[in-house]
């Protein structure tokens, strides 16, 4: 890190402003090969400045704005610079090119947040966190980030890390002296301590993933019921196409909604009938593919129709996938939906009609709720885990706490209970970046964008 990066930190096309970072022991003079204040003077920390981007043929590119960050104060504690131009796309990139000329060198992706992660500024949860800040999808999204950014994660994950180093310092000098007599410690207690952590953090994990990643719905049913009509509904625009003969919908259709703070990915699907149109078949095909991949089922039936074979035969094919059972055009709400047919997997009952609206805000709650688990967003507590690879590591480390402490009671040998705390201890480390290798780095900070 002994060289000075450059990059564009907004994104591409037109705007207001365009801003340019650079980050590095030669970041302040750098900008002073390409910027003109109006007012000459040293640059002072945290202060901004006015002037002109000059270019390296002496030209004014444009006028900016500057700011200079010096280390150990700004985000990657190395002395930072930020300018301020236009929002074009020329003046960003000529900006960007002049900084280049000037001796800095092009940032990779995420290598800003790398170097603070690097520089102790922040751990690797918090870097992580920082990506899912900028990608939320929802205000319950944002909430778990901005606190994991905040560092609870990684103040849980280095409480219960420093339980297991205890005994695996004390069990590590018996292994390594067994003849200086060390006065008894007990392990037991720091063991279940740390485990007690994993697995609570572990126990809020599949809410958090479900509200960082969101969720993939599938709408269902035999054709005609008012799958398409449900999908407008939910998205309170008309996206799909919807007329009254059966069959409209040939290919399944995904969008994007907020459903009461749960991302979710909803999945219009072709009636699923035997046909003999080619087309058609291959439209059920691809029904029949969205449904094994789906986090959740949405089967639709007509209200106003008795139960049909083709009905039967959607309970059968959503007998494996946790399922909302939905009764549409239920256009009087004062009427009571048809009996529900018996389904394993049924999770709710929702009657609602597409047409009108009566109950769609109601089916948006209860699959925000069986997707969290019977919980609401709003109710969700924002100390969750939403991270995979955290989860991962946390299920590692719970495994080997629990291996722990079966070699604890059989009274195995120590060095088997040091190879167990040993990779508890590794684990918990990953999260916050104290065990962790460079090809992870690369992995973890290539999803960033260049400029951040």
Known sequence: MSDTIAAIATPPGEGGIGIIRLSGPDAQPIALRIFRPVRPGRLRSHRVRYGHVIGPDGQVIDEALLTFMAAPHS?????????????????????LEAALAAGARLANPGEFTLRAFLNGRIDLSQAEATLDVIRAQTRAGLTIAQAQLDGWLAREVRAARQAILEPL???????????????PQTVAGPIAQALATVERLLAGAEQGMVLRNGARVVIVGRPNVGKSSLLNALLRVERAIVTPIPGTTRDTLEELANLAGVPVVL??????????????????????A???????????FDASQ??????????????DRPTILVWNKC?????????????????AVVACS?????????LAQTIARTLLGGTLPAMASTHLVSNPRHRAALRRAEEFLRAAQETLAMGAATDLLAADLTGAANALGEITGETVGEDLLDMIFSRFCIGK
Not at 290 to 300: E, F, G, H, Q, Y
Not at 331 to 339: E, H, Q
């Open 290 to 300: 969205a449904l094994t991949r789906a986090d959740l089922a949405l089967l639709v």
């Open 331 to 347: 256009d009087d709400p004062a009427l009571p939906p048809p009996p529900t047919p018996h389904h394993p997997q049924c999770k």
């Open 169 to 183: 310092a004390y069990i590590t000098a018996l292994i390594d002296f067994p003849e200086e007599g060390i006065e």
């Open 306 to 319: 008795p139960l049909t074979p083709e009905d039967d035969a959607m309970l059968v094919a959503t007998a």
């Open 354 to 362: 597409a047409r009108y609206g009566h109950g769609i805000d109601l």
């Open 267 to 288: 999945i219009d699907t072709a009636g699923m009938r035997t046909s003999t149109d080619p087309v058609e078949q291959i439209g059920v095909e691809r029904a029949v």
């Open 75 to 95: 985000f990657t504690r190395e002395d930072v610079v930020e300018i301020s131009c236009h929002g074009g796309a020329l003046p960003v990139q000529l900006t």
